[in-house]
């Protein structure tokens, strides 16, 4: 029903930032809810930030204060705003959409996004 698509990964150095950008496709009206999760080698896949339709953003404590997320008027684009970036953000990054409505959550394919020392 709906289709997210991941943009920005790529490779920046420790202490810069990267932009990632989802776009959601379909049917958007029924979203609740949109993120970002990541997932490093030999480690779970974790939330790292997530923001709720007419509600404030969310954000992991290993990431508050460097990462901004957020999403248009619409409700069909969530970006991620990276600063400060450490060599254990390196991951690859899933964007999320979820619903009431839906028997499990949305994912977008992942974008691999690596910083280097």
């Known amino acids: 029903q709906v289709q997210l698509v991941e943009s920005g990964g790529g490779l920046v150095q420790a202490g810069g930032s990267l932009r990632l950008s989802c776009a959601a496709s379909?049917?958007?009206?029924?979203?609740?809810?949109m993120g970002w999760y990541r997932q490093a080698p030999g480690k779970q896949r974790e939330l790292v930030a997530n923001i709720i339709n007419y509600g404030s953003a969310y954000y992991a404590d290993s990431v508050k204060g460097r990462f901004t997320i957020s999403r248009d008027n619409a409700k069909n684009y969530v970006n991620l705003q990276m600063n400060s970036r450490r060599v254990e953000d390196t991951a690859v990054y899933y964007c999320?959409?979820?619903?009431?409505?839906?028997?499990?959550?949305?994912w977008g394919q992942g974008t691999q996004v690596t910083v280097s020392a």
């Open positions: 999320n959409a979820r619903s009431s409505s839906w028997d499990r959550d949305c």
């Open positions: 379909g049917s958007i009206s029924s979203i609740n809810a």
